[in-house]
């Protein structure tokens, strides 16, 4: 058995899952679930999934695995897309849960809102644009400050910012302020080999 990825491509949480795959050179099966559409609410994949979320995959073993950066630690366990020095490892760990409370919930929602619900970026929640643009700035002040989020190579800190922080101009977010960003965009994507994709 291979791993079986369950995911959206236009999800910045399931392509983190596939780009790490892909990284490390791990087989797998991808199965398309189109969330836009209600794909992560259907009973077979709430059978997998309780929450109704993706990305979501099965291990070679049979069992069952949920949360992107959850799934990407466990798929990188033991190579250098995970710090072995703890304290560089725990600040790795610090800008995933930082992805998920003060990141993704404004950048990739904004987007969500704008390029799939066609909201006009304009009747966005102020709250919601001013907190994505906290967090960018937050990301030009660490990225201007260093290569890579933890430590001196790409670790799996970059591979969760850059997912929705690439395409945050799809939220309305112009990047045209943050040289430090792009820079280390242009960078983690060239290491994923992702640049012009």
């Not at 949360?67 to 995970?82: C, P, R």
């Not at 987007?111 to 990301?139: C, T």
């Not at 430090?180 to 080999?193: H, K, N, Y």
Request: hydrophobic share 45%; proline share 5%.
């Amino acid at each position: 058995m291979t791993l079986t990825i369950y995911g959206d491509l236009v999800s910045g949480n399931c392509l983190k899952v596939k780009w790490v795959a892909d990284y490390l050179g791990v087989a797998y099966r991808w199965i398309d679930v189109d969330v836009v559409k209600g794909g992560a609410r259907t009973p077979g994949f709430l059978d997998l999934h309780p929450d109704g979320q993706v990305p979501a995959v099965v291990l070679p073993d049979g069992r069952a695995l949920a949360q992107s950066n959850a799934i990407i630690f466990h798929l990188a366990e033991g190579t250098d897309l995970i710090p072995a020095d703890p304290y560089d490892r725990a600040v790795m760990l610090k800008w995933q849960f930082w992805e998920q409370y003060s990141h993704e919930p404004y950048i990739a929602v904004a987007r969500f809102q704008v390029k799939y619900l066609v909201k006009p970026a304009a009747s966005l929640d102020p709250k919601l644009v001013e907190r994505g643009y906290a967090a960018l700035g937050r990301l030009e002040g660490a990225t201007a400050a260093s290569d890579y989020l933890a430590g001196d190579r790409l670790t799996l800190a970059d591979v969760s910012l850059v997912a929705y922080t690439r395409v945050a101009d799809e939220g309305g977010f112009d990047l045209g302020s943050y040289p430090a960003v792009r820079t280390w965009i242009a960078r983690v994507e060239q290491a994923l080999g992702l640049a012009g994709r």
